[in-house]
Structures are given as structure tokens and as C-alpha cells.
């Protein structure tokens, strides 16, 4: 895509997210689940195949510019964010290991919008190389025990990408990732509360009591599962969440300022003010600093730089925390009336603090970077 159609493109996008963007956010937040034909306008613009190749039915968008128009669609509400984010994320997961005959059952359908899927890791007692979920082989069937939690559109999905490990293995070894049937028998799916913010994203509590799951439903080989978790998804996931935060920090920022010069105080405008002024100043620092780390963190994971996964981690850790400042220096802006439920303010505020959990919380960032730190000294 040239330079002049990714600008029209942008504009696109942020028409949308103005107008049709901030109707279905007034349409979730009324009534706490996504509007049924949301999805498919989202699939008829083509913003759920953003990324994909062209030979695949996407629009071949670059990483960083893709990054350009999420910032746009997190200045939105948070599940219409999350989205877009899951679909033009979770079909490269998939096709990192896939066959041709997988590329076609899984991948296709799924850059076209015909399959959703769900990013399925999280569980109760574990994550990541501490997976407790397994499988046994029986011939060319898995038999799947364990379960899942958290999981994001895992309720209403058509497929969980999931990530298993093979009776009686330990860390990376033996780990799977598997395309599982939602309808799969054996599996009980069990819808969680509502969150305190995102509100609409249907979230699975997942049962698996000895579910069987076709062999050739697996991407790559045994023991390669945590690499289509970690590589395929999570570090370039965890950039786009950073430009999330800076794309919902922005929009804070612009309700703050806009506030800010309408709203009088003993003859003046709040904008007149210093302390005023300030924090404004320190909320565009913020969200610029934290910009520019994510997109040096998407051209090095574009670039195949073994520093990806560290700065990944670095991105999203100080995104997430510049978003937590942004957000609360706007709502004092705002004073008492940002935080009634129907001003937008208290949105963002509640939306913003599942971003510090979204693709592992902080303190999973911290390990992740100090790890590649202690390792490089080692070398």
C-alpha cells in the first residue's frame, strides 16, 4: 500500500472510530455485550484482515503502519479495540507452523472473518512454560485434560488456539499448540463475570475432561508449542498493546484538554492555569515517549531482532504506566464530573486498568527484561 492510500485509509479509520466507533461504545456500554453486527461491519470494511497477506485475503499493511491505525481504533471502546487487535494478530500464530492443508482450514477462513478465534494460554494454576493443562496420544486423537481461564471471546469463538503439554513433560518440553472445535464434546464452557472495564468482551472459564482433538489440529511439531505462543503472538501482541495504551492515553488526553479550555474558574479558563497547564504538558510527553518505544520495538521485531522479545516487554511495561498516569491527571482535569458513568472519562479510566493484564501484567514484563539482561552479561 503507497503512501496516499494508507493516508485515505487512515482517514477511513478515523471517521469511523468518530462516528460509528463512538455509537457502538454508547450501544455496549448501555447494554454490556457487543452489538451482533459490529463484527461484521468491522469484516466488510476489511479492518479485520489489516495485516494478512494479500495472498491470504488481507490487505498487507506493514506492521508499523498497521500499529498507525490501531492507535485510531483504541481511541474507541475497548472491545472494539480488542477486536481488531485479536484478528489481525492471532491468523499469524497460526500460520507460523501451519501445512498448506492448515493454511487453508485455519488461516484463510480466519482472514476473511469466517472463523473466530480465541488466543487460549491462560490457566488457573499457570501460564507459560508452567502449563498444567495436557494431552495423552491415542492414535491420531489428543485426549485433552486441564482448563482454561480469562480467555477472551472464548465463550462465543468458533475455535480455540490452545496450548497443551503432553502427559508427564516439564517446562518447554513437550508443549503443544492446538486448533480446538469450540463444540468439541468433553469441554464445558463456562462464562465469567462481568469486568470492571472492557465491558462486552465475553470472557471463558474452560473444562477439558479428556476432550478429543484431532492430531492434525496441531501446529508444528511436539515441544514447539510455547514458540506459536511466545513468538507467533505474544511479542508482537504485546507491542500492539503498548499502541493501544497510547492510542486510549491520546484520547484522554484530547477529552482533558478540550475540557480544559471550556471549563471557567473564578473568571478564567482551567487551561490558564499552571498546575492546569502542566499536567497536560506531562501527558503529551508521556504519550509520545511511549509512541516512539513501541514503534522502536515494531521495527526491530519486523527486522527479525533477537532484542524483539526484551523490548516488546519494555514497550508495553512503559506504555501501561505512562496510560496510568495519563489517565488519572485527565480525570482530575476533569474534577468530579469525569467521574460519572456517562461521561467518557469513566470509561477510559475503568478500560485502562485492564491494559496493566492484557498479554501478562507488569511484573511479567519486569522478568522477561531482566532475564534477557542477565543472559546477554553471560554470553
Known sequence: MNEGEFADLKKQVAAFVEESGEAYAEQIERSGELPPQLWGELRERGYLSLTAPAHYGGRGIGFSQY????????????????????????????????????????????????????FTLTEPTGTGADLRSSVIRNGDTYLLTGEKQMISFGVDCDYW??????????????TVALMVDRHTPGVEVRRMAPTMGVHGVDTAHLVFDRARVPVANR???????????????????????????VGLARRAHELAVGHALRRETFGKPLAARQAIQFMIAEN??????????????????????????????MAKLNAVDALTRVTDKALQIHGGIGYWESHPMARIYRDARCQRFEEGTNETQKAVISRTIMESRQL
Not at 224 to 243: C, K, N, Q
Open 67 to 118: 500499529l498507525d491505525l490501531l492507535e485510531l481504533f483504541s481511541m474507541s471502546h475497548g472491545a472494539l479495540r480488542m477486536m481488531v487487535h485479536v484478528a489481525n494478530g492471532i491468523w499469524r500464530a497460526i500460520d507460523q507452523f501451519a501445512t498448506e492443508e492448515q493454511r487453508d482450514r485455519f488461516v484463510r477462513p480466519v482472514v476473511a472473518g469466517d472463523l473466530r478465534t480465541a
Open 284 to 313: 503529551a510527553t508521556d504519550i509520545e515517549a511511549a509512541r516512539q518505544l513501541a514503534l522502536h520495538a515494531a521495527r526491530r521485531w519486523e527486522a527479525d531482532s533477537p532484542e524483539a522479545p526484551s523490548l516488546s516487554s
Open 219 to 245: 501446529l508444528g511439531e511436539e515441544g514447539r508449542g510455547l514458540e506459536v505462543a511466545l513468538g507467533g503472538f505474544l511479542t508482537p501482541s504485546r507491542i500492539a498493546v503498548a499502541i493501544s495504551c
Open 161 to 174: 488456539l490452545l496450548f497443551a503439554r503432553l502427559s508427564g513433560t516439564r517446562g518447554r518440553e513437550g
